[in-house]
């Protein structure tokens, strides 16, 4: 069993940063892609950023120059380093990874969410 568990969220002002964390436990022989996605009630959950094994990333054009998404493979953590938070950046975020629990065996994990609120 895998699980994939975020912390960081919170409430800031526009402008400020959080860093969201998302850790994987469990049965992992390695884990390849890990990403970010957000989501606001009533729509549909988007992309934010993702990254490789090898730490190529990308990022949807709305937090470019403001997010940066990293890992730290040997903690199995990735991370979202928001900056210059906006109010249309409040929503929950998920953490996804692509984990292999076996060299032949992968299934794609969510975790839980953490709020982020970016409000005066």
């Known amino acids: 069993q895998v699980q994939l568990v975020e912390s960081g969220g919170g409430l800031v002002q526009p402008g400020g940063s959080l860093r969201l964390s998302c850790a994987a436990s469990?049965?992992?022989?390695?884990?390849?892609?890990m990403g970010w996605y957000r989501q606001v009630p009533g729509k549909e959950r988007e992309w934010v950023a993702s990254i490789t094994r090898i730490g190529t990333t990308t990022l949807t054009d709305a937090v470019k120059g403001r997010f940066t998404i990293s890992r730290d493979n040997a903690k199995k953590t990735v991370y979202l380093q928001m900056n210059g938070l906006k109010p249309e950046d409040t929503a929950v975020y998920y953490c996804?990874?692509?984990?292999?629990?076996?060299?032949?065996?992968?299934?794609?994990?969510w975790g839980q969410g953490t709020q982020v609120t970016v409000s005066s």
């Open positions: 469990g049965s992992i022989f390695s884990i390849n892609d």
């Open positions: 996804n990874g692509d984990v292999r629990s076996t060299a032949l065996i992968s299934h794609n994990y």
